[in-house]
């Protein structure tokens, strides 16, 4: 088995000490102080995920936050390895752009580009941005899209016409170097085909174990089917300290600063969520929650404590340094390759990781630290003889 890549997260929602709400039709608020996701915080996050020996970093998509394709072509230059995940959705652009975006993405950051494929789980933010499909035919739509983007990125001239999407004599102008890695997620019955057509990692949110497996094994045998075989990934928090009780007395501070008030307003506006794994991540702290944060616990170490303000992952691995690199080995095991992680606030958790998980993921030898990318060497510049003075 190869060992685990880990990822980071770029919050371009904002971050702060605690839990910060957002995402899947609820807007960005904090029981806190939030910091603004302006560029020279976010390029200290990079720094710091760079610097303690993430991958890479997710970057989301959404109206609750800023723009991913912008804000990570801002940070390439100011980073050196650090590979960046961005989110988009297909039907709020064109394929034969998409495709163009990556290829120059690709040469100006020297090959740093990962595609979070994300069809769009929310009906009235789609309507927003101008798509007026349902949530089956948001997929349909992604299927036809990735099939003009690959078949652009095989180098052909790429004529289609879809039930959604259509393009006449689109060229190939310059490929990107290397192709980038589709990522792509989806919990409901019409993400499952288009996942094991399309996807070379499979992202999950943190679920128990045992639904992991499940979904992994949902996907692998369809794929397998079509003659592929594409790796999978976990989005989750982390908490993660020097003892247990240092890392659970941090969860229930997060939890002491929430306004109930708030919480019932964010669960009302989740609840009409059309997001399959939305729905799947409410129902793991659906009548648990009793004031403590150990209520919450669905798992050892794993906690659903941030499903309460926050949309999309609201899981988090709470615990010891040895305790988080026990489950995050346990998830490997079982299948995961990929790990994209966060925690609240960002920079100081990347440093927690950093400092006490990966240290300890390398020693098993579940994680190797990555290397600095190649540095290319200068291009000759042409001899020009300089006139002498006066001649």
């Known amino acids: 088995m190869s060992t685990a890549t880990l990822h980071w997260f770029l919050p371009t929602n904002g971050d702060s000490r605690h839990l910060v709400g957002g995402g899947h039709g609820v ?12 560029l020279p915080y976010l390029i200290q996050v990079a720094r710091a995920a760079e ?24 940070l390439v230059a ?21 495709a163009q975006q990556a290829a120059t993405f690709q040469r100006h950051s020297g090959g740093r580009l990962l595609l979070n494929v994300v069809t769009g789980g929310e009906a009235r933010e789609q309507r927003a941005y101008g798509d ?21 990125w095989r180098g052909e001239t790429v004529s289609f016409a879809g039930e959604h999407v259509r ?37 999950t949110w943190g679920e128990h174990p045992e639904q992991v497996a499940e979904k992994i094994a949902w996907i692998r045998g369809p794929a397998a089917e079509r003659g592929r075989r594409p790796r999978f990934g976990i989005r989750l928090h982390v908490i993660t300290r020097d003892t247990a009780e240092a890392a659970w007395a941090q969860a229930e501070s997060l939890l002491a600063a929430l306004d109930p008030a708030a919480v019932a307003r964010i669960q009302t506006g989740l609840a009409a969520s059309e997001s399959e794994g939305q729905r799947r991540m409410r129902a793991l702290h659906a009548g ?18 941030v499903g309460l303000v926050r949309g999309g992952a609201g899981t988090a691995l709470v615990g010891s340094h040895t305790e988080v690199a026990d489950r995050i080995a346990e998830y490997h095991e079982a299948g995961i390759d ?12 990347a440093w927690w990781m950093g400092e006490g998980v990966l240290p300890i993921l ?24 300089r006139l002498a003075a006066g001649g």
């Open 362 to 385: 390398a020693r098993r030898g579940v994680w190797t630290p990555p290397g600095r990318l190649p540095v290319p060497e200068p291009a000759p510049v042409p001899f020009a003889p």
């Open 288 to 305: 648990r929650y009793d004031g403590s944060a150990r209520s919450l616990e669905i798992a050892p170490n794993l906690w659903a404590g």
């Open 78 to 98: 100011h980073t050196e390895r650090l590979r960046f995940l961005v989110a988009f959705r297909p039907g709020s652009i064109s394929p034969t752009l998409a």
């Open 27 to 38: 807007s960005t608020e904090s029981s806190g102080t939030i910091r603004p996701a302006d």
């Open 132 to 152: 007026f499909l349902d949530k089956d035919a948001r997929y349909t739509r992604t299927d036809e899209f990735l099939h003009v983007v690959r078949g652009r």
């Open 167 to 203: 393009v006449e004599d689109a060229e190939p102008a310059r490929l990107p170097d290397p192709v980038p890695p589709i990522y792509f997620g989806g919990s409901s019955a019409a993400a499952g085909p288009v996942a094991a057509e399309h996807a070379d990692v499979y992202l």
């Open 51 to 74: 610097q303690v020996g993430f991958a890479g970093v997710l970057t989301p998509t959404g109206a609750w936050c800023e723009d991913a394709w912008l804000t990570t072509a801002m």
């Open 338 to 349: 990929e790990f994209v992680l966060s925690g609240y606030p960002h920079l100081e958790e």
